[in-house]
Each structure stands twice: as C-alpha cells, then as structure tokens.
C-alpha cells in the first residue's frame, strides 16, 4: 500500500526514528515526496580511461549554486535528503516531470530496500540539443513509499556497501567509472545511430517529395499545353451558321379588269 499524504507526514516526525532527514514539509505531496537537488553533482570529462576524468562539483548558495548539463551528456546528481528505510517499507523514486519536459530523462534503478541508509543518486541523461541548467534545491526526483505485505526480520535488513556513501565515493571507484563511461559512450552510440536512421529516412523523404513534385509540374505542363491547344483550335474554327431559308410567298388572283366587266 502506498503512503498517504499524512502517513509521510507521521512517518517524517517519529521521533527515535525518522524516515528521512533534512526534509520540509512544503514537498510533502499527496502520495510522494519532493527531493531537492544536494550539494554535489558528478561529470565526465571527455576521456574514456582515468579516474582524474571524472568531475565532482559542489554546490553553495554564496559561490555555485548551479551546474550545466550539455546536450547528449549524462551526470549523477545527490540529493539534500537522507533516507533511512524501515523494516516495513520499501521506496521508488522516479525523476520530475519539469525535468522531463526539458528533456533530461533518468536511469532505471531497483527500489531501496529495508535498512538503506543514504542519500539518493541518480543518472541523468539530457537528450535534447540545448544546454540544462540544475541548481541547488531544485526539485530532481521523486519517492513514493509502500508497505510491505510483512515487516522484514533484523537479519535481512539491507547492509550493502552503498549505506552512507557520498557521492565522490560513489563516482571514484574503478567500477563505477568504468560503467559511467560505458554508459555515456553506449549512450552517445545511440544517438548517434538514431541520428543516422533519422537522416537516412529524411533523405528517402526527400527524394520522394522532389520526384513526387517532378511529376506533378509534368503533368501541370501537360494539362496547361493540352487545354491550350483545344483554345487556339476553337479560335481559329469558328462554327459555321446554318443557311437562311426563305419561306414561298402566298399567290393570290386578281380580279379582271373593269372593261372586261363592262363588255360582258
């Protein structure tokens, strides 16, 4: 089942322990929470080998409040909050809708299990053309939290090594840099082959529209030469009027003349 709005509320203020630190009330939603962007973010550097290629930047109000994410580039991001997971929940987080719509999409990740205890760390990928700018406390991410169907025994509480990382931990070990540039190289390969299929397809397109407008303008000409014609035939024949007919005039009979009368 998934926590209400007053059920985080309740499950924030426990006093001997609460299920996330250094929140505010104001991000409390009806189902979820808010997070905020932390103080410190992660980029690569246009290398494929060294850990010296992988940046760390941090995040103040008085010096750098925000950072840049370049187009097709990817960067993990922390945030301000630290969740601590109880033995009968389990959490998702999913990225914010204000970053979709700019065009920054987030990796998949598994759910956090019983007994995390950390901050949350996410990969971002900006896939549009444009330069994004993130800044400190700007909502990133957001975690929904369910009950589990039974409460998990102290044994099979999580104890892996990511508890309490921080985020320069996270990104300098050899198996996370090698996976963050096999993620940003596959990545950057995928776009790459998108943009291949996408000019392939808009090359047919546009031979198709030319030949297909080719062929109009032919048979425009063909219809123009062809009307033209039967015009100057018309013109230059014009119909000949039947021939006039004149209608027999009546015959009539004249009297004799008046001599003739007399006589008889």
Not at 215 to 221: E, K, P, Q, S, Y
């Amino acid at each position: 089942m998934v926590l209400s709005k007053a059920e985080i509320y309740s499950r924030l203020h426990y006093p001997s322990s609460p299920m996330m630190s250094n929140f505010v009330e104001r991000n409390i939603q009806t189902t979820s929470y808010d997070l905020r962007m932390g103080e410190h973010y992660c980029l690569p550097l246009h290398s494929d080998t060294g850990r010296e290629n992988v940046h760390i930047g941090t995040l103040n109000r008085n010096q750098q409040a925000s950072f840049t994410l370049l187009p097709n580039t990817l960067c993990y991001v922390e945030t301000k909050e630290t969740i601590s997971m109880p033995n009968d929940l389990t959490a998702i987080v999913s990225i914010a809708f204000s970053l979709i719509r700019t065009g920054i999409l987030m990796a998949s990740q598994p759910p956090f299990d019983p007994g995390y205890k950390g901050k949350i760390f996410a990969l971002l990928y900006n896939l549009s053309d444009r330069e994004i700018t993130i800044a400190l406390d700007d909502h990133i991410l957001t975690i929904m939290f369910a009950t589990l169907s039974t409460p998990v025994i102290p044994s099979d509480m999580y104890k892996g090594q990511y508890t309490d990382m921080t985020l320069g931990q996270f990104c300098s070990t050899g198996v996370t840099n090698c996976s963050f540039y096999s993620s940003l190289k596959e990545f950057r390969e995928n776009v790459n082959e998108i943009n291949k299929i996408k000019n392939k397809h808009f090359d047919r397109m546009t031979t198709f529209i030319t030949i297909l407008l080719t062929c109009m303008t032919v048979l425009i000409a063909i219809l123009v030469g062809f009307v033209t014609f039967i015009t100057f035939r018309n013109s230059s024949n014009p119909p000949l009027s039947p021939p006039i007919t004149q209608s027999p005039q009546p015959t009539t009979s004249l009297p004799p003349p008046l001599e003739e009368q007399n006589n008889e």
